[in-house]
């Protein structure tokens, strides 16, 4: 069974960078899924933040796309997400799943099929 | 890259079918049949409920049913139920490599 674990400090200040990182278990890192990170803002929806496959291929949302770097490590079968220049506007519980996709010259996203429980995020303002 | 579009609210009463709609543009929902639909229950994580428009993970119910026209999309919940209560929000692949969700929609079941 998929499980996925995410991890990082609760509490940020502005201006700081936030640094997630989502544990897999159950399965490797390197089976061929892309692996992502969604938020969802307190009573708000959900927003997709990026994604990455474990060649490091990645997309992101484009609104996001000047603040975020995800990386995978391979070795401990983990994924992370680092958002800089934190404001309160990111406050959220963060999310990763996992993503079935094709590759080739476009990468295709499927749907997120498994989750982890999330991990909420404090920005101050 | 604009959310998704879906009524704030659907209610039915149990036993009753609900439709909740998910409008996008020829860039996402229009233009690919990779619309999935989730359920969240308060302070849980989403579940996939239906994955490239029409289809149902091992394990969910037959009573969730995905469709597509143009560019909307639904999900059509029969036979409402007590559990059934929870936020739901559709999502689309879109040009660009990239995932879009919708503005998700509370089902109340009265």
């Known amino acids: 069974q998929v499980h996925l674990q995410e991890s990082g400090p609760g509490l940020l200040k502005p201006s700081e960078t936030l640094s997630l990182t989502c544990t897999v278990s159950g399965l490797s890192i390197s089976s061929g899924y892309h692996w992502g990170w969604i938020r969802q803002p307190p009573g708000k929806g959900l927003e997709w933040i990026g994604s990455i496959h474990y060649s490091e291929n990645t997309c992101y949302n484009p609104s996001l796309e000047s603040r975020i770097t995800i990386s995978v490590d391979t070795s401990r079968n983990q994924f992370s997400l680092q958002l800089r220049s934190v404001t309160a506007a990111d406050t959220a519980i963060y999310f990763c799943?996992?993503?079935?996709?094709?590759?080739?010259?476009?990468?295709?996203?499927?749907?997120?099929?498994?989750w982890g429980q999330g991990t909420p995020v404090t920005v101050p303002s | 890259q604009s959310a998704l579009t879906q009524p704030a609210s659907v209610s039915g009463s149990p036993g009753q079918s609900i439709t909740i709609s998910c409008t996008g543009t020829s860039s996402d929902v229009g233009n690919y049949n990779l619309v999935s639909w989730y359920q969240q229950h308060p302070d849980k994580a989403p579940k996939l409920m239906i994955y490239e428009v029409n289809k149902r993970p091992s394990g969910v119910s037959n009573r969730f049913s995905g469709a597509k026209s143009g560019n909307t999309a639904s999900l059509t919940i029969s036979g409402l139920q007590t559990e059934d209560e929870a936020d739901y929000y559709c999502c689309s692949y879109a040009t660009g490599s990239t995932l879009v969700f919708g503005t998700g929609t509370k089902v109340t079941v009265l």
């Open positions: 799943a996992r993503i079935p996709h094709t590759g080739g010259p476009v990468i295709t996203l499927y749907h997120l099929d498994y």
